[in-house]
């Protein structure tokens, strides 16, 4: 090897690697940002976000979801939304599964404490302290932003996804439908 070539490969041969194989890093990072065009679940290429009812949740419509767990045992998460339909009332929870071509791909409601029935109906189990609840109400354009926390964090790979649901009954949806689905990372 010429000598020029080996001193140039030396400063590299220092450098310490990043992390040893014995000892693997394992890192969620505090502040997870998924922001995506809503797009049909058939898409050739599995789309972040889908949408399964166009009159609510145009394709193109955009969609930002930010999950903030940088404070100790607290989650907060912030929906943005632009292009849906105007003057509706979308609740929005974590769910379980991931966004899929079927609605119920996404699974149930993740909770903190799981119910062991399923679907949970049980008011120990379904409430505001035990899911991450959201009440997004766009304004006359179709924006809309809205946001909550909750004292824990979820468990890392089981919230899959943000669900938005048809909400107060406007056209042929009822109240529990699910209308739109945004895949998270972790």
Known sequence: MPAPFA???LPLALLAPAASPASP????????????????????VPPTAVSYATDLVPYGS????????????????????????PGHEFPAHLHTGPCGADPAASGPHYQDAVDPVRPSTDPAYANDRNELRLALRTDGRGDGTTGASVAWQPRPGEARSL????????????????????NLSE
């Open 62 to 85: 955009h969609v930002r979801v930010v999950v903030d767990r940088s404070a100790a045992g607290r989650t907060v998460l912030t929906l943005s939304v632009t292009g849906l339909a």
């Open 163 to 182: 669900v938005l649901h048809a909400g107060t009954p406007a056209g042929p949806h009822a109240a529990g439908d699910r209308v739109a689905c945004v």
């Open 25 to 44: 890093v394992s890192v969620v990072s505090p502040v997870s940002v998924v922001e995506a065009d809503f797009d049909p679940a058939t898409a050739f």
């Open 7 to 9: 001193a140039a490969l």
